[in-house]
């Protein structure tokens, strides 16, 4: 058995008991007892290994109230129904004893858990009912498929519809959820109006709500096309709660799932990497738990990022290739892990593998904005900038709030196709332009004519680190054809004079 004496989180025969949470939990599903049976168990818990009298039982879960053997008798009966015959035994009389062996947990049970409750149907027409609930389940499936959020199956969460926020405890207590999900739709003909909140169970707060209204399209397609943005948005805001948790504690006390998280904050602006320290946070979750697929692919994307976007040594993209191999061998499901190799694979020059693995990425997860707006560059990258256009697109539909480099990509596009001034306007909103930025910013201005500016980017490189701006044209930039690279090449030339 472990325990957390501070988090009274007891592990014991594949069960999970968290007196903090009020949960049980199996290997891969919430288990429920009655508050009786619950408060038993919790005693056994925190007495593991200990023959525990009966009449000490009965006072502790019955204080100041009289009740037979049999009430005792009862909720021990419901236990052995939920957790099996073997684990609380009897001893004749005396008691009875939580008799588990002793048993490892991997940490990464930070990882939040999120419910999503039975949608409002707010036409009020019972012909919908099917179609609301399609609707929420639909959003249980999406979030299920980024692997960093645990989401509660249909028959747990659904049972909670017509709750308010007097009752949100309660669906904690019962199901161990650390976010709720609720929202209303209203059918109008073809058109679907639909609002959504995320909720913070711990603090009955809400940290985000949105209103979705259709187009008057077809209701497929508009139900198809809210749902992939409000999963892409819940889990990018439930990703970024889980992360303000997790800044407020020391490194040495985080679980794997938040030591990913703080890592990957660290590369989300590419302007503004901290690759070591993302490193760093990658190879403490994949110490504390050596079985984590997700860190392992994360560390391999930290270690290709080595000499800013496509410079990495061969040498270390290859080490960053096997990372990331390993990554996919223990979590083969894992989309993020088949994002990360189609870039690392982009970077080595293998243009047909990468295209590959981003089709299995948004095959297993066609809601990630990342990998949506990653299809973007890699296609920009093989030369086919105008298809580019329309993923980066759809990728900055689905996260408003996205990362810098969304930017960035859809620059380059514009740049391959002509059109420098918007190319221009899209690299411009970097906070702190590295080199390579400075470079593509460059050739843009060069290309509209503005060469003051074009040269006023080039003297700021010259100012820093050393940085060949050509160089960084012609094979800097993983283009799969030639004349794509000597396009970007020739802006830098026009620039440099």
């Known amino acids: 058995m472990t325990t957390a004496t501070a988090d009274q989180v007891f592990r014991f025969g594949g069960f999970t008991l968290d007196l903090a949470m009020g949960t049980l939990r199996g290997v891969n599903e919430p288990l429920f007892l009655r508050p009786k049976a619950y408060a038993l168990l919790s005693h056994l818990a925190r007495n593991m290994g200990r023959v525990v009298p009966k009449s000490e039982l009965m006072d502790v879960v019955w204080p100041g109230v009289y009740v037979t053997e ?23 009389k005396r008691g009875y004893m939580l008799a588990a062996e002793a048993e490892a947990a991997p940490e990464i049970s930070a990882q939040p858990i999120v419910a999503v409750i039975r949608f409002r149907n707010d036409s009020g027409d019972p012909s919908d ?13 999406g979030v299920a498929r980024f692997g960093t959020v645990t989401v509660l199956a249909r028959n747990s969460s659904f049972s909670f519809a017509s709750f308010g926020r007097a009752e949100w405890p309660q669906i904690r207590a019962r199901i161990g959820a650390d976010y709720l999900v609720e929202g209303s739709l209203r059918r109008q003909g073809e058109n679907v109006v639909v609002a959504v909140s995320l909720v913070d169970i711990a603090s009955a707060s809400q940290l985000w709500g949105d209103r979705y209204q259709s187009q008057g399209a077809g209701l497929f397609a508009i139900e198809r096309e809210i749902v992939e943005q409000i999963v892409s948005r819940l889990v990018t805001r439930v990703t970024n709660a889980g992360l303000e948790h997790a800044a407020r504690k020391p490194v040495t006390s985080l679980a794997a799932y938040e030591l990913l998280l703080r890592g990957f904050a660290l590369l989300r602006d ?29 560390l391999a994307l930290a270690r290709s990022l080595d000499g800013e976007f496509g410079r990495a040594s061969d040498a270390v993209l290859e080490n960053a290739r096997d990372l990331a191999d390993k990554g996919l061998a223990l979590s083969p499901d894992q989309p ?10 982009l970077y080595m020059r293998d243009h047909e593998a990468a295209e590959h693995h981003m089709r299995i990425a948004l095959q297993l997860n066609p809601y990630d904005a990342d990998s949506i707006e990653q299809m973007g560059m890699l296609l920009t990258m093989r030369g086919r900038p105008l298809d580019a256009l329309t993923w980066l697109a759809r990728g900055i539909r689905i996260d408003p709030l996205h990362p810098h480099w969304y930017q960035f990509d859809r620059a380059l596009a514009l740049y391959m196709i002509g059109e420098y001034r918007q190319a221009a306007e899209a690299l411009e909103l970097a906070t702190r332009p590295a080199p ?4 593509r910013l ?5 290309q509209m004519g503005d060469m003051e500016k074009a040269r006023r980017q080039i003297a700021l490189i010259e100012e820093g680190e050393p940085f060949s701006p050509l160089d960084y044209a012609l094979r800097g930039v993983p283009f799969e054809n030639p004349a794509d690279a000597e396009h970007l090449a020739e802006g830098v030339r026009l620039a440099l004079g």
């Open 70 to 92: 049999d009430s005792l008798t009862q909720s021990v009966r419901e236990i052995r129904k939920v957790l099996g015959d073997d684990m609380v035994r009897t001893v004749s």
């Open 442 to 446: 460059a050739a843009c201005y060069a």
């Open 436 to 439: 390579w930025i400075r470079t």
């Open 129 to 141: 009912e099917a179609m609301v609930d399609g609707f929420a389940e639909d959003i249980i499936n």
């Open 336 to 345: 993020t892990g088949h994002r990360v190799q189609s870039l690392i694979r």
């Open 270 to 298: 590419p302007a503004q990497t901290d690759q070591r320290g993302a490193e760093a946070l990658f190879e403490a979750a994949i110490a504390k738990d050596p079985n984590y697929g997700l860190a392992y692919s994360y």
